[in-house]
């Protein structure tokens, strides 16, 4: 069974730097292209960034708002998938999520894990 | 950057009824990067649709996938009580991804 677990969320002051981790199971992760998508309290989908497998480059994207503040990683020998997040806004609060790019052109998003919260208050 | 539109926000209906929810795109996208979700209150999103009409592995055949082009829907075609849910669409292309501001569905 593919399973997504992430951890690393928290309360953190506007300016700050904090590192969230997926650990994945029940698939090759190493072939796998993997996503980080967030969600604001009560709000909808926002995708953050990708990773591609290093076989195909390990190349990243990111959305435009995080360009520049958050790096996605990954280290293929522990099956672990790492978002750094640096600068951090008030506007970055909301669940995180890993989730696997799969599909046409690594499309779609499934299966996704259960989130880990950040808040950034000051 | 495409933009995605949800409508309606809400739909309220009854069970064993019909629902038809629509999204549609700021520019005409290809269908087979055209995807949905389903969000349950406190829970992870997860996959329904993908490539516009093909449902994912245990999605219920009440659950369909139309259109092309710039619309596309997700029917229910009968409700059941545990469809209740936030409903996103979500699409693909060079410049990234994006996803609808959802469309939420409650048991009238």
């Known amino acids: 069974e593919v399973q997504l677990a992430e951890s690393g969320g928290g309360l953190m002051r506007p300016g700050g730097s904090l590192t969230l981790s997926c650990t994945a199971s029940g698939f090759t992760f190493n072939d796998a292209w993997m996503s980080w998508v967030r969600q604001a309290p009560g709000k909808g989908l926002e995708w953050v960034g990708r990773?591609?497998?290093?076989?195909?480059?390990?190349?990243?994207d990111y959305a435009a708002p995080v360009r520049g503040r958050f790096t996605i990683s990954r280290d293929d020998s522990q099956n672990t998938l790492y978002l750094q997040m640096r600068r951090l806004k008030t506007e970055d609060t909301g669940v995180y999520y890993c989730?696997?790019?799969?599909?046409?052109?690594?499309?779609?998003?499934?299966?996704w894990g259960q989130g880990t919260l950040v808040a950034v208050s000051s | 950057e495409v933009v995605l539109t949800q409508s309606p926000g809400t739909l309220s209906l009854s069970p064993g009824e019909r629902a038809t929810l629509s999204c549609r795109a700021s520019q005409r996208i290809n269908s087979d990067y055209l995807a949905w979700y389903q969000q349950k209150p406190g829970q992870a999103p997860r996959l329904l649709i993908y490539?516009?009409?093909s449902r994912a592995t245990g999605i219920p055949d009440r659950f369909s996938g139309g259109g092309s082009g710039t619309h596309f829907t997700l029917t229910i075609s009968r409700l059941e009580p545990e469809d209740i849910a936030v409903y996103y669409c979500q699409q693909y292309d060079s410049r990234g991804f994006t996803f609808g501001p959802g469309t939420k569905v409650d048991i009238k």
């Open positions: 490539a516009a009409s």
């Open positions: 990773i591609k497998s290093k076989t195909k480059g390990g190349t990243t």
């Open positions: 989730t696997i790019n799969t599909g046409y052109s690594s499309s779609w998003f499934d299966p």
